[in-house]
DNA sequence: GTGAAAGCGCTAACAC
DNA sequence: GTGTTAGCGCTTTCAC
């Protein structure tokens, strides 16, 4: 390359990287030359030397939820922009493959984004300290390296029990998150909160998926709920065929509510009503966060407005079952 | 680290490679070493000295696609028990990212990945002679350097098209997938057998999206068909959510199909009928014909098998609408 | 069985 | 403005 330019290497250097002038003529060749070989500088090298690798780690809990896959989808983009690579890891939901994904991700990586987290705390702030950078997206941590992207679910939950309280809804059965869930301990605040104005909520455990809604619906609704309220939309998808199955009409017979607003929750009749989340949104702040890195105090955390969006799966109760 | 163990960088290189027996009191003193510190190769010079990272490069359409993030999911930990790393890409079926985005993996990586391509085939072609090593999946590339992974759609069409051929069906609507989609042309290869066989088949762009679903649904039923042939199982959520809005009851007045089954595919009342494909072995088979490369001539194309999977969206035609 | 030293490809510091 | 050189951290000769 440098040989086809009859250049140094270093003159190739400083006109590829913009670094120092060059005289119009060399550059000239040694762009010539790069073309036509189709030279790029090894990234390994670049890597090596500057102990910077343009490039982000994203850990998440499981890639198939639709949810991350948006967070992603505002991720990546905002970091290409300047230049930046995303890495992805899906850890299955796996706590420990969580921690020794985001671990060796950082030898790697500039920084790293973890979403929704679902490692204790402990080794949350170990990470920090192993890891160049690191924004954790969906979980509070206390950590003045660490910086947070979080999502108002306490508000959005709020506002989703506010929405059916005025519907006239006295008893809720909530179905709980994965286990460890930051977003879900926000989710079941809000309900205690709503609880302690008058509000009849019981909780049973269920997960993040539609089969892990489709599963528990029957035993929610031998609550006697007026409404149910899914961890997600997806989960509520699951609740939604349950009930169509046992002949349980939504949302004459029960209300059903999701979270995060996925692309199919508008879709399926009759619309559910659900809490949107800006989730490329998210996605780009946090990467913002991670770029703007030392440009002062991470300790604040990002917050992410939600919106309410009611639609047909929610309506007055008390035109009792069939 | 060499210092503390008091040894030579190589004695710390040859315990932790293992490359070469050490005896055993120094590579005690390096591993106590090694764990103290908790020391661990800096990934970027060993690339950089052995040109080789260990690291293959997943390109896919949609990430937010449940079939993609399956495929992943069947290729990371796969290659994970290997000891190798996955680095994915998200093209938003644009083909010029696509290929940007394999080039640009190529010179980080060992090998790429590359699932059901939208880029043309000289494109591909093109890539073949620029990338380390190169597995397509879903699409048929006849270079010596390619390896494929191919689901046979057209056997799960013509299945598709015989279970519905049987129960009496003559008239349906086949709604495509995404321009340049190679799946795509391989079941509407197979639906051209069919309609040779006296099966009346109209086609109409769509998409892969359950919002696609959803907005041509209707244009659909326009072709009075007793059957609507979704491209996939999102697709077809959104045509069954649409149909319920019209009032149109499945599969009493249509039936309807998908590919792929994904989870909420099963649920969704009635059950949708569709092709099951083994979507993480997809993704496993995938990475192995890329670890095995140089183990024979890849030109023969590894194909995968699928499996009808009948439920309650497809029944006899004829009960007329009401 | 062990250490010294070369060199992977690059860029920054240092001559000229 | 340009070339020469050192050195990023590692593994692999090559000597001993």
Redesign the interface.
């Known amino acids: 390359m440098a040989r086809l330019a009859q250049v140094s290497t270093a003159t190739v250097s400083r006109v590829l990287t913009g670094a120092k002038p060059v005289s119009a003529d060399l550059a000239q060749r040694v762009r010539d030359a790069a073309a036509h070989l189709?030279y790029?500088p090894?990234?390994?090298?670049q890597?090596?030397l500057s102990g910077r690798?343009h490039t982000v780690g994203v850990v998440v809990p499981d890639?198939?939820n639709?949810y991350f896959?948006?967070v992603?989808?505002g991720a990546?983009p905002a970091a290409a922009e300047r230049g930046w690579?995303t890495?992805?890891?899906?850890t299955?939901e796996d706590p420990e493959v969580e921690y020794r994904a985001a671990t060796?991700l950082g030898?790697?990586v500039d920084g790293v984004m973890l979403c929704s987290p679902r490692m204790s705390t402990l080794r949350l702030r170990e990470l920090a300290t192993?890891l160049p950078a690191l924004v954790v997206v969906n979980r509070l941590v206390r950590h003045p390296s660490v910086a947070a992207v979080l999502v108002d679910y306490h508000q959005g939950m709020t506002q989703l029990c506010a929405h059916l309280a005025s519907l006239g809804h006295r008893r809720l059965v909530y179905l709980q998150g994965p286990p460890h869930a930051w977003s879900d301990g926000q989710r079941r605040r809000a309900l205690r909160t709503a609880a302690g104005r008058g509000l009849d909520v019981v909780q049973i455990p269920c997960g993040s998926?539609?089969?892990d809604g489709?599963r528990v619906a029957e035993e929610a609704l031998g609550h006697k709920p007026t409404a149910i309220v899914a961890f997600n939309d997806y989960v509520a998808?699951?609740v939604l065929?349950?009930l169509?199955?046992l002949g349980v009409t939504v949302p004459h017979d029960v209300s059903v509510t999701g979270f995060d607003d996925i692309?199919?929750s508008a879709?399926?009749?009759p619309g559910l009503t659900t809490v949107a989340v800006p989730k490329r949104t998210v996605g780009r702040l946090a990467w913002e966060r991670l770029a703007t890195e030392g440009a002062g105090p991470s300790t604040t955390a990002t917050s992410v407005p939600v919106e309410l969006a009611v639609r047909g799966s929610t309506a007055p109760p008390g035109q009792g079952r069939r």
């Open positions: 189709d790029r090894n990234p390994a090298a890597v090596l690798s890639l198939a639709p896959a948006e992603l989808k990546t690579r890495l992805v890891a899906d299955d060796e030898r790697w192993k998926t539609a089969p489709h998808l699951g065929s349950r169509t199955e692309p199919l879709l399926t009749p």
